[in-house]
């Protein structure tokens, strides 16, 4: 089997590490086996169905928010991906890319990035700088995913949940989505966004898994169940960062 990883706007929107998500991603899927190829989607490219298995779309400031909330609109690269997620493709977001991918996103001082309405949430830019170690209890529905999910946080904009959105996980340490209802993230068929930078996925190697064997079985029309691994380095960064911060 071949996954083809779409790193959306890699170029620009990937700090704190959120590269670390692509790799995770792209080791945890050769060690099975799967080819892997990592393909950068960035502004003036085209996105057609089928073009990647999977998405990823990482964080970024103000400055590149902007660069990039124009090309998703303009380029209607936006639209593409919300058709991709409704027919089942998986989708990581985090923070910057996240707050892209709701109604819209409010800067301090500039005008309102319009989003692409993927996700039923709006985000403003606060005074509040929210950062830190961040723990979370999933409560939505993520086959497999036995523990809590750990990372680190890092945002002004506080995003909140319009009706019918369906928060990640209820915060156990940390701010997440606004630091005001104890939500963070959201999630939306096999997308999810959430402020959890870190990498997020190496530290969280069992939703790694998910977000491929969705991508697989979409892909494949067919049930998906990877091999295990030896996680045990994994688990002990997982564990370690639940014990120091919860
Ligand atoms: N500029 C956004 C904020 O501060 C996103 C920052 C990020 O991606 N970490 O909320």
Not at 88 to 105: D, F, N, S, T
Request: proline share 4%; net charge positive.
């Amino acid at each position: 089997m071949k996954l083809v990883i779409g790193y959306l706007y890699g170029d620009l929107m990937n700090i704190y590490g959120d590269t670390g998500n692509i790799i995770a991603l792209k080791k945890r899927a050769q060690w099975r086996g799967v080819e892997v190829e990592v393909r950068n989607i960035s502004i003036g490219d085209r996105l057609k169905a089928g073009d990647a298995d999977l998405f990823f779309f990482g964080g970024g400031q103000n400055q590149q928010q902007e660069l990039v909330s124009r090309d998703l609109v303009l380029s209607l690269k936006g639209k593409a991906i919300k058709s991709e997620v409704e027919r089942g493709v998986p989708l990581l977001a985090i923070c910057g890319g996240y707050q892209l991918l709701g109604e819209y996103y409010k800067p301090q001082k500039e005008p309102k990035l319009p989003g692409v309405n993927l996700f039923p949430i709006y985000t403003v830019a606060s005074h509040q700088r929210m950062i830190g170690n961040i723990v979370i209890r999933p409560i939505s529905d993520i086959r497999n995913l036995t523990s809590e999910l750990v990372g680190f946080e890092n945002h002004s904009g506080k995003t909140f949940l319009k009706d019918g959105a369906k928060p990640l996980g209820k915060v156990v340490k940390g701010f997440g989505n606004s630091g005001e209802d104890k939500t963070e993230g959201c999630i939306y068929k096999n997308a999810i966004g959430c402020y959890m930078h870190g990498s997020l996925l190496p530290k969280n190697p069992e939703l790694a898994d998910w977000l491929i064997e969705k991508a697989l079985e979409v892909k494949y029309g067919k049930e998906v169940k990877l091999k295990s691994l030896d996680d045990s380095l994994e688990n002990l960064a997982h564990q370690k960062a639940v014990q120091r911060f919860s």
